[in-house]
């Protein structure tokens, strides 16, 4: 009994989290796209991860707190149900790059989330060094490539919008931008990972997962642009 009230309490405190900070969120972006529920979910896998690794192996504490915790709060703060309720809207109202961005990005972030929430309790409290492998340091790598190009495509967006860039230029911008990008994180995964075959399916797999994730980053990218504009750069 002890126990299901804890994760009563836990639970609660999860949802007025969720609603608090979902809000704050759609009130800066808007709700044109689910940002609200994609920093939700993104943070609590993060918080998850790190959270599971410090509770059940560096501070042992009783199951209890745990669980008020990893499945009262946590299970309120995240919400799957949300973010499948938003991407179907967005299929419902034709928004199908947006449903498929939405989706990607909610998967790719949340396990990356997770499993930087693991790795940083492992190193960080025990004071060791991360140690990756040859995969991880290639997918860190790789994270920091698109961070690069995320912030790229912002500044291609500011840049466009203040100095009056035509559409079609700026399309070109974008698609050239995607299509470099794409090509570039193909090559760099296929000499990397060792352990993958040359096979043209699992080459065209790598590719299209890339250039999905490519052109949700710099989507994205180019709606935060196109905000800061609005709000701070217009006269």
Known sequence: ????????????????????????????????????????????????????????????????????????????????????????????????????????????????????????????????????????????TLVMGWACVFILAIGISLIATLTGWPSNVQRVAHVSLLGLTTVIATLWMTFKLTSMDSELGELFTLFSLNGLFAGSAIWTATQLGNWICKQYLSP
Request: aromatic share 16%; with cysteine; net charge neutral.
């Open 1 to 140: 009994m002890n126990q299901l009230l804890v994760i009563a309490l836990g639970g609660s405190l999860g949802a007025i989290s969720r609603f608090w900070v979902a809000n704050s969120i759609y009130g800066i972006f808007g709700r044109e796209f689910p940002h609200g529920t994609l920093f939700i979910n993104v943070s609590g896998s993060f918080l998850m991860g790190f959270l599971t690794e410090l509770l059940i192996q560096r501070l042992p504490i009783a199951v209890e707190y745990r669980a008020a915790i990893l499945i009262g709060f946590l299970g309120a703060y995240t919400t799957f149900s949300s973010f499948a309720l938003e991407t179907y809207f967005l299929i419902d109202q034709g928004a199908y790059f947006k449903a498929l961005a939405n989706a990607f990005l909610s998967v790719v972030l949340c396990v990356g989330a997770v499993w930087i929430g693991l790795i940083w309790a492992r190193t960080f409290f025990d004071g060791s060094q991360i140690s990756l492998t040859t995969h991880e340091q290639a997918y860190v």
